[in-house]
């Protein structure tokens, strides 16, 4: 084959990558691993899915999501009325008391759930599209980044549950998308896009009941926001005549939408977390801080801490931070390429495999000297203010993350509560900025080498990664006994297990 039909071929090859024919298989892989993970897996799995499903379905016996007292016989759930992650449940409690009039099933409950989740991770994929978009990555690398983000054990597990992850990851790329907007047009036109911002605003009110965690981003958002308008308006007058200028650019109906949505979103926002700071002191007040110490034994995270607490010695907790983040990021990566049953077989886990583990070591490694060598050229040719927006956003919910973590641990005296599940919002970010690193260091490669590493990246992660960690990880007390595909399951493990290095070792990498 001359080089002239390899170039061609190539450039096939990378306009394939980058068509909606592409990204949509990348779509439907996500889906066809989650389905098959939750058609498999029994309820409860393991990332808290009974506590969400239990939830649900107190809001389903409740009109409104204000509660004036605990409500009886959730201690279980810890302090509901006063807990700021609740928009989910709250949400998810419409398609179940619909479901509720078909079947009192609680296996067809669980799965007509679980796959809603599945179709909110979806979208996710579709709005993280836009986003990475932003950086000027092409749309061939773009969904080369999702193809890999969606192969990683953690994803489609994660996906399969009743969990509030599933909904929290789209509306943090929703609010990066508009947060991104207005600052472009502030500091692109000199004026501020009212009508978006205001959907910015309400978003991230809203997203910040759906899960806590988003508070960092939050943070982060706001912050380059104030900064762009620094740099793009001489004065305050100049920012409020624009602000004025773009109310009246409104229609009427536009307007009034949007102002009864940011009222809405303002009331919910001030009832959890403003009524926390003045009765607690602190917007996510701790359990005992809300119920008894009896009412918070029952919930398990609490009393998980609360026991660690009572048996810890003088020395437990006091390694210092410098070792606990080598713990630290050895637990994210365990918890990022393991497999995980619920509580039914006492949250047996299994490690990650051979092949994807270590090829995620390697490239995260390979990846962070790929962005110091070619940060420079990144931000001198790259959009500085996507750019600026994913580092922003990803170092404040990293450091808070660790900070968080690190304060349990000093209190505990154990690494507790450490997942990779929780860095899935930022990891779309990351491996999109390596991918434009490593185009900015390869620019005089051919296009079949940039190739090349795409395809061993991803044949990394398909040889055991995936769904497949499950499925080669688990065993029969893992699923439904019903369950279609336990044979199936069984069969894989069979003829695929023998071909996976690693399968013979299933707590490798374990602690």
């Not at 034994?297 to 660690?308: E, I, K, L, N």
């Amino acid at each position: 084959m001359t080089r002239a039909m390899k170039k061609s071929r190539s450039r096939q090859v990378i306009a394939a990558l980058g068509s909606q024919r592409f990204f949509v298989c990348v779509v439907a892989l996500l889906i066809m691993q989650a389905a098959w993970i939750a058609l498999s897996g029994r309820y409860p799995m393991a990332f808290d899915e009974d506590f969400h499903f239990g939830i649900i379905k107190l809001y389903a016996h409740h009109p409104i999501p204000f509660w004036k007292v605990h409500p009886a016989g959730s201690d279980a759930f810890g302090a509901v009325d006063r807990d700021p992650s609740y928009l989910y449940h709250y949400v998810m409690s419409f398609p179940y008391r619909l479901i509720t009039l078909f079947t009192h099933n609680q296996t067809a409950q669980v799965l007509t759930l679980r796959f809603i989740n599945i179709g909110l991770f979806a979208s996710g994929l579709v709005l993280y599209r836009r986003l990475l978009g932003l950086t000027g990555a092409s749309r061939a690398l773009v969904h080369s980044c999702l193809l890999l983000f969606v192969l990683l054990p953690i994803v489609p597990l994660l996906a399969a549950q009743i969990n509030y992850d599933n909904l929290f990851l789209p509306l943090v790329a929703l609010s990066m998308l508009l947060a991104f907007r207005v600052s472009r047009e502030a500091r692109r036109y000199r004026r501020l896009n009212v009508h978006v911002f205001g959907w910015w605003l309400t978003v991230s009110l809203l997203t910040s009941l759906v899960k806590y965690a988003f508070l960092p981003i939050f943070f982060a958002e706001a912050s380059l926001l104030l900064a762009v308008a620094f740099t793009s308006f001489s004065s305050l007058s100049k920012l409020g005549q624009s602000f004025i200028f773009g109310l009246t650019l409104m229609r009427r109906l536009a307007r009034a939408i949007l102002l009864l949505s940011l009222v809405l979103a303002g009331i919910l926002f001030f009832e959890r977390y403003g009524l926390n700071l003045v009765h607690y002191h602190t917007p996510v007040p701790d359990c005992d801080q809300v119920l008894t110490v009896k009412q918070c034994s029952a919930y398990a995270p609490w009393a998980r801490d609360y026991t660690f607490e009572q048996i810890k010695t003088g020395d437990s907790g006091n390694q210092g931070p410098f070792v606990y983040t080598a713990r630290w990021l050895d637990a994210m990566w365990v918890r990022t390429y393991f497999a995980v049953d619920g509580p039914t077989t006492q949250f047996e886990t299994r490690g990650p495999l051979t092949v994807p583990a270590l090829s995620g070591v390697i490239f995260g490694l390979c990846g962070l000297v790929v962005v110091i060598a070619a940060g420079r050229r990144l931000w001198r040719q790259g959009n500085r203010l996507a750019l600026s927006l994913f580092a922003s956003v990803s170092g404040a919910y990293v450091v808070v993350l660790w900070v968080d973590e690190y304060h349990a641990y000093v209190r505990t005296g154990q690494p507790v509560a450490i997942n990779g599940r929780y860095l899935l919002p930022i990891l779309p970010l990351v491996i999109v900025v390596i991918g434009l690193g490593l185009q900015r260091l390869m620019r005089r490669a051919s296009e079949a080498a940039k190739l090349a590493l795409i395809a061993i990246a991803t044949i990394c992660l398909i040889w055991g990664g995936g769904a497949l960690t499950y499925i080669l990880r688990s065993r029969e007390a893992w699923y439904w006994q019903a369950s279609p595909l336990k044979g199936v399951d069984e069969s894989l493990q069979r003829t695929l297990g023998p071909l996976t290095p690693g399968y013979n070792h299933p707590i490798q990498y374990l602690p």
